[in-house]
């Protein structure tokens, strides 16, 4: 168990819908990270937030956002989803902001688009 | 820009026998290397990491040695079990506070 928990598990929406993941990061983690695993892409970094602040910027389209909330959970919205959506969506956190420092992932949040 | 790039899968290996996945990187500076492990239904876990060059990270039998002047750092283990079978995934990062690039992953199966 990495301590990272993410919810829903599995999403299943419709086209042009708007979805949100939430993230909850290891207990003292301050840094949250969001990637999305495709087949065609692999694992792609989208943003990550620092203590409450956008730290870095992935490949993250416009049609996405996220936040980090005081309690230091995060949220990823997504919205006017297209089929090529579907993905596994994970969330990492580490301690701080530093690029060396081990990143702690949950299991994910599988986004099916029908 | 940065890249990491793995041997293609998957590999499909008898218990006990010897692993290696390659892995490469492209990178402007001077990043750390790490390999994470995906098992079925689960996400990713770090498995071991090297930070500098010539560094070698060791966990669970697992090996890799950061090789500056061949771009390298390579996995290796000396008698796989079933119980490695799993994705694989080769990542750099910079200490300046970039997110992980990861490769592509190569899969492990191995049998009994």
Redo the contacts between chains.
Sequence with gaps: D?G?TQTPKHLITATGQRVTLRCSPRSGDLSV?W?QQSLDQ??Q?LI?Y?NGEE??K?NILERFSAQQFPDLHSELNLSSLELGDSALY?C?SSVG????Q???????TRLSIL | GDSVTQMEGPVTLSEEAFLTINCTYTATGY??L?W?VQYP??????LL?A?KADDKGSNKGFEATYRKETTSFHLEKGSVQVSDSAVY?CAL?????????????TTLSVSS
Excluded: C, M, W
């Excluded at chain 1, 902001?97 to 060396?100: D, S, T, Y």
């Design positions: 990495s990272v990270y990637y692999g694992l970094f990550q620092y730290r870095a992935g994970f990492a902001a530093g690029g060396n081990p990143q702690h992932f949950g299991d994910g | 990043p750390s790490f994470y239904g689960e996400g990713l876990q770090l990491k930070t995934f990062s910079y200490q300046a506070g970039t997110a992980l690039i990861f490769g592509k992953g």
